[in-house]
């Protein structure tokens, strides 16, 4: 994934890095989490009446410039070019996301990372039930803890990863994947469905996802969410309140309409 105005420097100035970043999964891992705590995950465009952009140039100039946040193609891809700024070999694999009633295609995408002989899921774009660090593809059927979440990765014999989250003392499915390798250009489709499809999220309500040390912050519709060391606190944002919510909880202010 490349951009021609891409800075690793400019990114993580953007996502508040510190220290020297090598090419080893402890770089990845800390820069995937200072990513999630500083990027909302967010469809301001969409629900702005725009397509959003898969331009590469594009997505460094609205995440890291403009200081926006995305959904998963853009915060996802910004990572990629991260990882390929610092030599780590990656792919981007298609997923099917499984938190709906009805079966959905493959919209979703996510990062595999390789080190060391080891395949990593990475993933900075799902929303509210995302993995919070990369999860070894090899730890299968075991329960993964990050903070304060729980996940467990397994693989069927029709070779599709899932991810399945603990939520309320419940697993749930969020979603699958395989290893077969996409391009940028294979996600053209899903993008475009994501964002004008009547049937997608983000068209129907406005959504914003902002990780914290202690849980999250959702914004979904009318609804606002804290969720925080396993205590959620839920309230209803009135339409005239919806401006300042975004601008003092995740930095974001509402773009001009298409």
Same mark, same amino acid.
């Given at each position: 994934?490349?951009?021609?105005?891409?800075?690793?420097?400019?990114?993580?100035?953007?996502?508040?890095?510190?220290?020297?970043?090598?090419?080893?999964?402890?770089?990845?891992?800390r820069? !995937?989490?200072?990513?999630?705590?500083?990027?909302?995950?967010?469809?301001?465009?969409?629900?702005?009446?725009?397509?959003?952009?898969?331009?590469?140039?594009?997505?460094?100039?609205?995440?890291?410039?403009?200081?926006?946040?995305?959904?998963?193609?853009?915060?996802?891809?910004?990572?990629?070019?991260?990882?390929?700024?610092?030599?780590?070999?990656?792919?981007?694999?298609?997923?099917?996301?499984?938190?709906?009633?009805?079966?959905?295609?493959?919209?979703? !995408?996510?990062?595999?990372?390789?080190?060391?002989?080891?395949?990593?899921?990475?993933?900075?774009?799902?929303?509210?039930?995302?993995i919070?660090?990369?999860?070894?593809?090899?730890?299968?059927?075991?329960?993964?803890?990050?903070?304060?979440?729980?996940? !467990?990765?397994?693989?069927?014999?029709?070779?599709?990863?899932?991810?399945?989250?603990?939520?309320?003392?419940?697993?749930?499915n969020?979603?699958?994947?395989?290893?077969?390798t996409?391009?940028?250009?294979?996600?053209?489709?899903?993008?475009h469905?994501?964002s004008?499809?009547?049937?997608?999220?983000f068209?129907?309500?406005i959504?914003?996802?902002?990780?914290?040390?202690?849980?999250?912050?959702?914004?979904?519709?009318?609804?606002?969410?804290?969720?925080?060391?396993?205590h959620?606190?839920?309230?209803?944002?009135?339409?005239?309140?919806?401006?300042?919510?975004?601008?003092?909880?995740?930095?974001?202010?509402?773009?001009?309409?298409?």
């Amino acid at each position: 994934m490349h951009a021609d105005n891409f800075s690793l420097t400019d990114y993580l100035h953007r996502i508040d890095y510190t220290g020297t970043p090598k090419a080893d999964i402890e770089t990845v891992a800390r820069i !995937m989490r200072r990513h999630l705590f500083s990027v909302p995950f967010e469809n301001l465009d969409v629900q702005a009446g725009k397509i959003v952009s898969l331009v590469p140039e594009e997505i460094v100039e609205k995440i890291v410039h403009r200081k926006r946040g995305g959904y998963c193609y853009e915060v996802n891809g910004l990572f990629a070019m991260a990882l390929e700024s610092l030599g780590i070999p990656y792919r981007l694999a298609a997923a099917r996301p499984m938190i709906y009633p009805a079966r959905r295609p493959r919209t979703h !995408m996510v990062v595999v990372v390789t080190l060391d002989g080891e395949r990593w899921l990475c993933d900075l774009g799902f929303g509210s039930y995302g993995i919070r660090a990369p999860m070894r593809l090899s730890d299968l059927d075991v329960e993964i803890v990050q903070d304060n979440d729980t996940f !467990m990765l397994s693989l069927g014999d029709d070779g599709f990863y899932l991810l399945r989250a603990k939520v309320d003392g419940e697993w749930a499915n969020q979603y699958a994947f395989d290893l077969s390798t996409q391009e940028w250009v294979d996600f053209v489709p899903a993008n475009h469905l994501n964002s004008t499809h009547p049937d997608s999220i983000f068209v129907q309500k406005i959504v914003a996802v902002l990780m914290t040390e202690a849980g999250r912050k959702i914004l979904g519709g009318d609804s606002f969410k804290i969720v925080a060391n396993g205590h959620t606190d839920k309230r209803t944002v009135a339409p005239g309140e919806v401006a300042d919510l975004l601008a003092r909880e995740f930095g974001l202010s509402i773009p001009q309409r298409a």
